[in-house]
């Protein structure tokens, strides 16, 4: 059950009033520490252990042009392109779901 | 609180040689007597505990003779000292006083600013430069030390002093002993020193370039200066460690407040790190050359440094970062994020065998100082040049070396060179160290 939208969704819903508007408002980049907590979160929340490698090869095949550079930012024990990913479809839904 | 730690260096032989006599298991600061007119009712130090072959002897005192004498600490282990030290460190962090606090202090200003100086330079050393461990492999931690907490009266000029002709590195180190152990006993000899009544009656403030300034009541301002003086600010109040040339406290004006140039502080942090393990990052001031800020990636993910959004990222604005790659790489497309996003004005990159860097001309409206459409920018820019990278790839122009590692490096290299030749307002240049 480990899809990206499974992932999304149940982040998002994990989120208080007060978390929504923090990932909302988060600056993708995972050098800035404020961001980086959020980047952890996730990647123990979601990208480690079982089912982990295939959200992994999920995100790699729905956005090949930046997963060629993944390695220059993230490594294996920490996927925090992935966590960005995840973050960043999460603020989608965010913003999708205050617009409707 | 342990006033300092001779555990390997107990007999007097050792002592002498840094200036210190010893006498039935105490130790003396030979000229502490000359030097010194304390008060001859404070207290001699006293034995502490005796437990488990760790005997500890407390705190700075006086004899009845009025000999000032330091305390000693014996630990039985390395392990020992690092938690002692661990907790001194912890006990700097809770009870380091505010800006204002410092401010106001009526006890003695001067005192106020050395003791916060030595407090934040111990919070921000630790936090920032220098893992614990060095404190027990530092050769001469110990003497600056002894010199440094041995002497306490004019305590600014004695910090100065116990640094003066050490290497950087130890010489911050040292001052943060120096913090961590000697604060209470400057602050509990605030008002009983002669001669310190100009500086107790004079207002403190900070410049750039100067950190602490001590105005006395002779209308003279005071600070540390000295050829190649780096000041490390951290907030409003500064405090200032020496470099090569050496440093002191005395009178400043136009002539001794010099901080060194931008390029003597990049060299001199850039050689230092650059080939360090751990991501260590420093904020220059692009006019004074000045360290601002230092930020060191955690032991848990030592290639990776973060920096607040808040409190970096606006010293960061107009200013000089750098910044080792331990894993070796050029700049990576979130260093390239975090220098848009910040506005700052050069942002680089050290090995040991290359310094990379960028700076930013003429660059489209809304990016710089923007971090979330540099975000958005470096997506795009990751997007297309993903394309032109596997367009060489299918017809033969490019071929990625094999090794992993030494395929990030080359990747990384690909990347900003395609990432400054499609923006040309990004000046990106890679000199050999």
Redesign the interface.
């Known amino acids: 059950m480990n899809t990206l939208q499974a992932v999304v969704n149940d982040f998002v819903g994990s989120l208080g009033s007060d978390g929504r508007q923090v990932v909302r408002q988060l ?10 907590l959020w980047y952890k979160e996730v990647v123990v929340r979601y990208l480690r252990g079982p089912g982990a490698s295939r959200l992994i090869s999920e995100i790699d095949q729905k956005y ?3 997963s ?2 993944k ?3 993230s ?1 294996d024990e ?1 996927p925090l392109f992935e966590a960005g990913i995840i973050l960043r479809e999460a603020q989608a839904a965010l913003k999708e779901g205050e617009n409707t | 609180m342990p006033a300092m730690n001779l555990a390997d260096n107990a007999n007097p032989a050792w002592a002498e040689q840094f200036g210190i006599t010893t006498r039935n298991g105490y130790a003396f600061p030979m000229d502490s007597a000359a030097q010194l007119s304390m008060d001859p009712g404070f207290q001699a130090s006293q034995p502490g505990s005796v437990s488990q072959g760790y005997t500890e002897m407390n705190s700075l005192g006086m004899t009845a003779e009025g000999i000032p004498n330091i305390g000693l600490t014996y630990h039985r282990s390395a392990d020992e000292r690092l938690q002692s030290w661990q907790s001194n460190i912890e006990d700097a962090f809770v009870n380091a006083p505010d800006n204002a606090a410092v401010a106001t202090d009526q006890l003695g200003r001067l005192f106020g600013a050395a003791t916060y100086g030595a407090r934040r330079l111990t919070s921000d050393t630790l936090n920032g430069v220098i893992g614990l461990p060095r404190i027990l492999t530092s050769d001469s931690m110990v003497p600056g030390l002894i010199n440094g907490f041995a002497h306490p009266i004019d305590s600014t000029y004695r910090i100065a002093q116990a640094v003066n002709g050490m290497a950087l590195q130890d010489k911050l180190m040292t001052v943060a002993e120096i913090g961590l152990t000697g604060v209470r006993g400057i602050e509990s000899l605030a008002g009983k020193l002669p001669g310190a009544g100009k500086y107790l009656g004079g207002t403190l403030s900070y410049g750039a370039g100067r950190g602490v300034v001590l105005t006395a009541t002779d209308g003279i301002a005071y600070g540390f200066a000295g050829e190649g003086v780096a000041t490390i600010r951290s907030g409003p109040l500064g405090y200032q460690a020496g470099s090569a040339g050496g440093v002191k406290f005395g009178p400043l004006d136009a002539t001794n407040s010099g901080t060194g140039s931008v390029a003597a502080t990049l060299s001199r942090v850039e050689d230092r790190f650059a080939g360090a393990s751990r991501e260590v990052g420093f904020i220059v001031d692009s006019q004074t050359g000045d360290i601002l800020a230092v930020r060191r990636a955690g032991l848990g993910n030592g290639t990776q440094i973060s920096l607040d959004a808040n409190i970096d990222f606006p010293l960061m604005k107009g200013n000089v970062f750098t910044h080792n790659h331990p894993l070796g790489g050029n700049l990576s497309p979130g260093d390239v994020s975090t220098a848009i996003g910040s506005g700052t004005m050069e942002f680089r990159a050290v090995t040991p065998t290359r310094t990379t860097s960028i700076m930013f001309n003429n660059a489209p409206d809304g990016l710089i100082g923007e971090p979330g459409a540099a975000v958005v920018f470096m997506n795009g820019e990751k997007s297309a040049i993903a394309s032109s990278y596997r367009a060489s790839l299918a017809d033969g122009s490019l071929m990625p070396p094999t090794d992993l590692a030494t395929k990030n490096v080359w990747m990384s290299d690909y990347f900003m060179q395609q990432l400054s030749a499609r923006n040309p307002w990004i000046q990106y240049t890679v000199t050999p160290r």
């Not at chain 1, 600056?27 to 980086?36: C, D, Y």
């Open positions: 600056v993708l980049n995972h050098q800035v520490k404020q961001s980086l090949p042009d930046e060629i550079w390695d220059l930012d490594s920490w």
